[in-house]
T-cell receptor
Framework: DTEVTQTPKHLVMGMTNKKSLKCEQH?????MYWYKQKAKKPPELMFV???????INESVPSRFSPECPNSSLLNLHLHALQPEDSALYLC???????????????FGPGTRLTVL | DQQVKQNSPSLSVQEGRISILNCDYT??????FLWYKKYPAEGPTFLIS?????DKNEDGRFTVFLNKSAKHLSLHIVPSQPGDSAVYFC???????????FGTGTLLAVQP
């Protein structure tokens, strides 16, 4: 089973709202990721959590705040977003032994975010 | 700087024929390569991968070839089926990092 789940599937929010995206996996994976994908573009890495600690932040604006409550869950808290933040937000996970690069990331279905 | 490139934005193939999707990379430190298939408004689905110590990996209808000297990899789909119509991304990993770098994608259309 290589399932990563994401909720909600769609989200519409105003620029003053606070909302959260949720991601869950039960594969025992120790690395989890947030990506952002704009239309007709490849996914772009935002954050990486390894063993529940933030290991990579790709210079993402502070209006995006990730959280990893436990090894199965990953949240992305959103506050004061801009219309240009509208995109498909993808979560992924991988087994990540930490010493090998042959680490396959498995993606969830994504959350389609629209900022008005 | 686009480290992973897919120079063909689209490809059209007849059902039953071979589809060949190409990918070039510039960073010689990449040592693991993956292909993902993506439908609109869905997450990428992992298809097949190859380590840099190999030059070929096969899984059913899908075969990936790696030419390290040319920094080039390709995905062959044989026979192509209409359900294969999607955007295909190649992606690369460098060393013991978990930063996956995606190519720009190729839209494959398999005509019945």
């Amino acid at each position: 089973d290589t399932e990563v789940t994401q909720t909600p599937k769609h989200l519409v929010m105003g620029m003053t709202n606070k909302k959260s995206l949720k991601c869950e996996q039960h594969m025992g994976h120790r690395a989890m990721y947030w990506y952002k994908q704009k239309a007709k573009k490849p996914p772009e890495l935002m954050f990486v959590y390894s063993y529940e600690k933030l290991s990579i932040n790709e210079s993402v604006p502070s209006r995006f705040s990730p959280e990893c409550p436990n090894s199965s869950l990953l949240n992305l808290h959103l506050h004061a977003l801009q219309p240009e933040d509208s995109a498909l937000y993808l979560c992924a996970s991988s087994s990540w032994a930490g010493v090998t690069s042959t680490d396959t990331q498995y993606f969830g279905p994504g959350t389609r975010l629209t900022v008005l | 700087d686009q480290q992973v490139k897919q120079n063909s934005p689209s490809l059209s193939v007849q059902e039953g024929r071979i589809s060949i999707l190409n990918c070039d990379y510039t960073n010689s430190m990449f040592d693991y390569f993956l292909w993902y298939k993506k439908y609109p408004a869905e997450g990428p689905t992992f298809l097949i991968s190859i380590s840099s110590i190999k030059d070929k990996n096969e899984d059913g209808r899908f075969t990936v070839f790696l030419n390290k000297s040319a920094k080039h990899l390709s995905l062959h789909i044989v026979p192509s089926q209409p359900g294969d119509s999607a955007v295909y991304f190649c992606a690369a990993l460098r060393g013991a990092t978990n930063k996956l770098i995606f190519g720009t994608g190729t839209l494959l259309a398999v005509q019945p």
